[in-house]
């Protein structure tokens, strides 16, 4: 019972505290909101790169074409058209190499039925009633896919020394400049967030111990009495908590708010991008942010009032 | 029987034994020049009615605030319901100053509560019940003849009216000591008189009383233990003793 008093007094004063210091308040709010939106906007934005770059490596992988009988444009040298034994041995020899996560076999029949259905889409049995051969006869292949993306060149250019190797075929540039981008935004948003971290640890700071100077009178009076410390000292701290999570709290209806609008405007803007991007959605995105966020808001709130508590309340 | 009731036994013990405030060799020396105190001795049993005068600069506000351990000796020992000072911890003073009520020539109270507030204050500090605090603050109040004042904003009360609702809230958690450091200093001498008289009811009911006054009129004619100081040494400590300001 004492307990929950005590509780309730704590959190009234720093109700109270948040209040009588409007305007300081109001301004450690926003920095902290403004801190939090930034780190917020940073992460929506990696997070949906990272999950671009995921879901493009996933499906990063490269072709590799063999020299055959059936390729009529090309004329081969002695021993450049593989036999059937070797092309077996090969792929053991490519899932030997520590690159490469896995490899299939594509006979020329797939690779015919897929190129069809990529082309013409659902009519393609209407259309390949003109080709009785295969036209890709004697293409076969293999789609190799690798650890990661970037050792992607270093495969191919394994792939490239057999002479019995027609091309390979790979894409690399998404999945690149998604990455480097990746890094660039990282880099700079933590320098950023950082700085703005300081300033609301300052604010937040000086917020609380103007409030402290305002109650000097009534904290000397509480001390003669024989208020505990905690008693002191546990409304400012829940005033920096307060203030942190109210920040926390603005800043994430922010980026609610703004997250579907620039998505559906991105998405509208740039139909293209679309569709093989495929973007996180709100809840997605705040499942982690959320929590982090508040926490974050607490966090600095409370070690903002921490410090001012130790500084100018010498209980 | 816990650790915690034996050492409030063994401090019962002390009190009942030396006094409740005994200071024993006691200099307090600020950052520079003389000391404030200068191997002061004073033993003070409970239920005593004590004055302390002086010139000014002669070191009694310089007590009182070792006797609340606001400041800490430079050497000697002071013990306080027979807690030693040197060797409370932190932690364990609000529990000591409970015990001991304080009031100030300036009052202290909070300008912009009433008075029932501001004698709730001291109850809600310490974590009474409500229901407590709405009996104790009443009663408290009536006995220093405030009764019809307790929604009166404390700045728009006569300095006599102030310093008894400083009082109503230095006594209302009913502690064993009450220090008061000029009381009077800021009131006239019928309001002077007034406040004397209420000390000297809470004494009789068995509050040890320690006043520090410049009153010498008042201090003459109570017929109390006077401790005289000069520059902080204790010139004499009299029984029934005077004001004498040849010290
Ligand atoms: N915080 C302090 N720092 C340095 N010196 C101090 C401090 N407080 C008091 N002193 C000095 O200690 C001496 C005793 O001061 P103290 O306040 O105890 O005197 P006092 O007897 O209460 O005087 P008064 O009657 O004027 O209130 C004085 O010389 C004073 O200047
Ligand atoms: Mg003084």
Redesign the interface.
């Given at each position: 019972?004492?307990k929950i008093?005590?509780f309730l007094?704590v959190i009234g004063q720093g109700f109270a505290n948040v209040f009588r210091n409007k305007w300081y308040s109001l301004a450690s709010v926003a920095t902290i909101s403004l801190c939090l939106f930034v780190f917020g906007a940073c992460y929506a934005i990696v997070a949906n790169v990272q999950n671009m770059v995921m879901t493009a490596e996933e499906g990063v992988s490269l072709t590799v074409f063999f020299h055959s009988e059936g390729d009529m444009c090309e004329t081969h040298e002695e021993g450049q058209v593989p036999d059937e034994q070797w092309v077996v041995e090969f792929q053991k020899e490519i899932n030997a190499r520590p690159e490469v996560l896995s490899s299939d076999f594509i006979s020329d029949d797939q690779a015919w039925e897929e190129f069809g259905k990529n082309y013409f889409g659902d009519d393609f049995e209407d259309y390949a009633v003109a080709f009785p051969e295969n036209p890709l006869e004697g293409d076969n292949s293999y789609e190799i896919f690798v650890k990661e993306v970037e050792l992607q060149t270093q495969v191919v250019e394994w792939l490239n020394t057999h002479k019995e190797v027609r091309k390979v075929n790979y894409s690399e540039v998404t999945v690149d400049t998604l990455s480097g981008f990746n890094k660039l935004l990282v880099g700079g948003s933590v320098a950023f967030i950082l700085i703005l971290f300081a300033v609301s640890l300052f604010l937040i700071g000086n917020t609380v111990a103007t409030g402290i100077s305002m109650r000097s009178?009534?904290i000397?009076?509480?001390?003669?009495?024989?208020?505990?410390?905690f008693?002191v000292r546990s409304p400012f701290l829940m005033e920096g908590v307060l203030i942190g999570l109210v920040g926390a709290g603005l800043s994430m209806g922010l980026i609610y708010g703004l997250y579907g609008f620039v998505l559906s405007y991105v998405v509208e803007r740039f139909e293209i991008l679309s569709n093989f991007l495929n973007f996180l959605t709100v809840n997605e995105v705040f499942k982690v942010l959320l929590p982090g966020s508040l926490i974050m808001g607490m966090g600095i709130g409370f070690i903002g009032s921490f410090i001012a508590t130790r500084k100018h309340l010498r209980? | 029987m816990t650790k915690k009731e034996q050492m409030s036994l063994e401090r019962e013990a002390f009190v009942n034994e030396n006094g409740i405030i005994v200071l024993d060799n006691v200099s307090k020396v600020y950052s520079a020049g003389a000391p404030a105190l200068n191997e002061v001795s004073i033993t003070i049993g409970r239920g005593e009615f004590v004055f302390i005068v002086g010139d000014s600069g002669s070191g009694k506000s310089t007590l009182i605030k070792l006797l609340l351990r606001e400041l800490k000796a430079s050497s000697g020992s002071v013990t306080v319901l027979g807690y030693d000072m040197g060797k409370l911890t932190h932690r364990n003073v609000p529990k000591f100053r409970r015990r001991i009520g304080v009031v100030f020539q300036d009052f202290r109270l909070l300008s912009d509560r009433d008075v029932y507030a501001n004698v709730a204050f001291a109850q809600r500090v310490i974590g009474v019940p409500e229901e407590e605090i709405k009996v104790n603050v009443p009663a408290i109040l009536k006995t220093m003849g405030l009764a019809g004042k307790y929604k009166a904003k404390t700045n728009q009360l006569s300095g006599g009216e102030q310093q008894r609702v400083a009082l109503a809230r230095a006594l209302v958690n009913r502690p064993e000591i009450l220090l008061a450091d000029e009381p009077t200093g800021n009131l006239d001498p019928r309001n002077s008189w007034e406040i004397m008289a209420l000390l000297e009811e809470i004494n009789q009911q068995g509050t040890t009383v320690v006043v520090v006054t410049h009153n010498k009129e008042i201090v003459n004619s109570m017929c109390k233990r006077v401790i005289t100081m000069n520059r902080g040494v204790v010139v004499s400590d009299e029984e029934g003793g005077f004001y004498n300001e040849e010290n």
């Open positions: 019972m004492k008093k005590l007094h009178e009534e000397n009076i509480m001390k003669y009495i024989g208020a505990t410390d008693y209980v | -």
